[in-house]
């Protein structure tokens, strides 16, 4: 059994003696360097965050959006090489595209995370491409199925969830999306929870600052996937603040020496 | 529904004295779907004609495209022959891929994709029907021309403009699956009655969540009109 992978990681068309692929793995791992998306269904709809870190405070404000519309009822948040996930998007505009041009609806989830996850798995098959290095959540809500949440992975696979995590804080993220009854929530609650989830896995400490982009898809939005509304989500980051600035506030009045705290990966870090 | 035969329309214009006996009749037949609750009742005529000459009087001109989706065929025989085969191909692949019973809508779609894409090749009226899980009983009409438009009832072929009164003065919604099977064994008769290229027998289905029932109701056993 090979533990080094000195020769065997050089294409995607080669085994490594104990059976896997490491430029697959590789791949799986550029998307672990990138900042954290979430997905949660719930009973009505899906809603999507992505913790958009901004590297420059020159960028112009909303530019570089990780929040993706395949078709009218489909939307996409990824994470990884976001030039990756661009190129996929327009893969998924195309086979929803074609798939209502020749059955005259609209594509079913399953089936379009299916194709685009053929699509994904072809480039791990042969040495002359590389793997994408993103991996990208998909939602759509319509009335015969409801919400549907699938999740791709630069491997090629798909599952479908309830509530999916990917990019760096990924475990922290499952961990909140766990304590969660998304089954009995609706839309409109969620998307308070899903910023709530996303300010707390932001690691305050290593990235500073940060754009959260939320979108819905659901019997709210009457199953048209769009950005959520301006009000609705300032409501929702004022939510998710007030927990976060109130386990601050509680513990610098509790010991009136403490200088800082700051959260970071569900532990909080105190300089006193 | 008519058969060919293999010549020239092209001699026409080319040597006057040339004479046609034209075989290309305009939609002989006659077929019908109606919707009801929980499924779709279809009907057809049973005549199949080559000029004067009835080339198959026990026609079934009913053809499954799936197991619950049919379609009722008018115009060129080898023209809706050929279509529903192509349709039926498509459907049952996409059937499988997606692992779950097919739409009526996406059959009509496939119909009218075929039909509007090769409208000037084709002659073929073609009425799709059937139960689906997601929307129950529907019925789509694709005329000549190939638009496609949903109605919860559908009349076609040459002998269908006999009967246009018949079915919108007697057509309820809401009506029970033996009053459609009347309602439509009744239709199909009038018009048979009337239209040279439509006659035979009167073949019906039920299609719904149960499966397709089919039957057939013999020359002597059509309902009886007042003969004038």
Known sequence: ISLLPIQYDLSASTFSPDGRVFQVEYAIKAVENSSTAIGIRCKDGVVFGVEKLVLSKLYEEGSNKRIFNIDRHVGMAVAGLLADARSLSEVSREEASNFRSNYGHDIPLKHLADRVAMYVHAYTLYSAVRPFGCSFILGSYDEDDGPQLYMVDPSGISHGYWGCAIGKAKQAAKTEIEKLQMKEMTCRELVKEVAKIIYIVHDEVKDKAFELELSWVGEVTKGRHELVPKDIKEEAEKYAKVIYIALKHILSKLCPFILNISLSNNIVYILW | ?228
């Open chain 2, 1 to 228: 529904m008519f058969i060919s035969q293999n010549f020239e329309m092209d001699s026409f214009s080319q040597n006057p004295e040339f004479t046609i006996h034209s075989f290309f009749t305009f939609l002989d037949t006659t077929i019908m779907a109606v919707e009801f609750e929980g499924g779709v009742v279809i009907g057809a005529d049973s005549r199949t004609t080559t000029g004067a000459y009835i080339a198959n009087r026990v026609t079934d001109k009913l053809t499954p495209i799936h197991e619950r989706i049919f379609c009722c065929r008018s115009g060129s025989a080898a023209d809706t022959q050929a279509i529903a085969d192509a349709v039926t191909y498509q459907l049952g692949f996409h059937s499988i891929e997606l692992d779950e019973a097919p739409l009526v809508q996406t059959a009509a779609s496939l119909f009218r994709e075929m039909c509007y894409r090769y409208r000037e090749e084709l002659m073929a009226g073609i009425i799709v029907a059937g139960w689906d899980p997601r929307r129950g009983g529907q019925v789509y009409t694709v005329p000549v021309g190939g638009m496609m438009t949903r109605q919860p009832v559908s009349v076609g072929g040459s002998g269908s403009s006999y009967i246009y009164g018949y079915v919108d003065s007697n057509y309820r919604a809401g009506m029970s699956k033996e009053e459609c099977l009347k309602f439509t064994a009744e239709a199909l008769t009038l018009a048979m009655e009337r239209d040279g290229s439509s006659g035979g027998v009167v073949r019906l289905a039920v299609i719904s969540e149960q499966g397709v029932e089919r039957q057939v109701i013999l020359g002597n056993q059509l309902p009886k009109f007042s003969t004038v």
